[in-house]
C-alpha cells in the first residue's frame, strides 16, 4: 500500500520537471506530504473523538521509521470497515490519544480503502 501511494506522488512531481527545479520539487514534495499527514491525523483524532475505534501499529515492513494508523469506519448493520495509512513514526509516537494496538491488517486495497470512506461519507 505503501509503495503504491509513493508511485502515485512520483507519477505527479514527475510532471513538474521541467517548470521547476529539483530544489522546488523537492520542496513541493515535502509539503504534499505533510499535508497529507496533517489531514490523515486530523481525520483519526476526530474519528476518535466521535467514539470510533482508532489506533497505531508497527508497520509490517522493514523500515522502523514508519508506522501504521488505522481506524475502524460503520460500514452498516453493526459491521466496521478498516482503514488504514502508513505515517512516519514521529508523527504518531507521543500522541496520547492514538493507542498503540496491534490490529491484523484486512487486506484491503487503496480503491478499497478510498471505496469505504466515501460510503462512510455519503452515510
Keep these: 500500500m505503501l509503495k503504491g501511494t509513493l508511485k502515485r506522488i ?23 506530504y505533510e499535508d497529507r499527514n ?3 491525523l486530523s481525520y483519526m483524532r476526530s474519528l476518535d473523538d466521535q467514539g470510533y ?7 509490517d515492513d522493514t523500515d522502523s521509521s514508519w508506522v501504521v ?3 475502524m469506519i460503520p460500514k452498516g448493520n453493526d459491521v466496521h470497515s478498516q482503514v488504514a495509512w502508513h505515517l512516519p513514526r514521529e508523527k504518531v509516537e507521543g500522541l496520547d490519544w492514538l493507542k498503540k494496538e496491534f490490529r ?3 487486506g484491503h486495497s487503496d480503491r478499497e480503502k ?4 466515501e460510503r462512510f461519507i455519503q452515510r
Excluded: C, P
Design 53 to 59: 475505534d482508532v489506533g497505531w501499529k508497527e508497520a
Design 114 to 117: 478510498r471505496d469505504r470512506l
Design 38 to 40: 496533517s489531514v490523515v
Design 10 to 32: 512520483d507519477r505527479i512531481i514527475a510532471n513538474f520537471y521541467g517548470f521547476y527545479t529539483q530544489s522546488q520539487v523537492n520542496e513541493i514534495t515535502e509539503d504534499i
Design 104 to 106: 491484523e491488517y484486512d
Design 69 to 71: 494508523v488505522w481506524a
